[in-house]
């Protein structure tokens, strides 16, 4: 049987697709080509990061205060700097930021209204 073996990309609709584009390439480094795509190759994931794949009951508040019916989730290398980042680019700051054994996250609104978690994983592991 074949198996899914880690998360091919995120797709979705915005208004101006160019714009969202440089904005995330301005405020947050995102490396985009010429088609306005970004890739992230094979070793840019930090030693104890991962891919998660997590459907949300319909009525879950955690994508709040966005109205859309998703949420992205970026890995960063420095959660306090990229906050400070999308901040400066005119993005919402969402709640405050928190640590958990597997890492620190905050959370933002994007110029579209998308909520946007950043993750910042742990040096370390709890089983390390």
């Known amino acids: 049987m074949a198996k899914v073996l880690g998360l ?4 979705f609709k915005c208004q101006d697709p160019r714009a969202l584009t440089d904005w995330y390439a301005k405020w947050l ?3 985009v080509d010429e088609q306005g795509y970004v890739s992230l190759m094979p070793g840019t994931m930090p030693a104890n ?3 998660v794949w997590g459907p949300f ?7 709040q205060p966005s109205s859309k019916a998703f949420m992205m989730n970026l890995v960063v290398d420095d959660l306090e ?6 901040a400066a ?3 919402e700051l969402c709640g405050n930021p928190e640590t958990h054994e597997y890492g620190q996250f905050g959370w933002f609104i994007d110029p579209e209204g ?11 592991t709890a089983t390390q």
Do not use: C, M
Request: net charge positive.
């Open 8 to 11: 091919g990309g995120i797709f």
């Open 89 to 91: 680019g005119g993005a």
């Open 29 to 31: 480094n995102i490396p």
């Open 81 to 86: 700097q990229a906050l400070q980042q999308v």
């Open 114 to 124: 998308n909520k946007v978690e950043l993750w910042q994983p742990p040096a370390t």
């Open 57 to 63: 009951k319909r009525d879950t508040q955690y994508f």
């Open 49 to 51: 990061g991962f891919s």
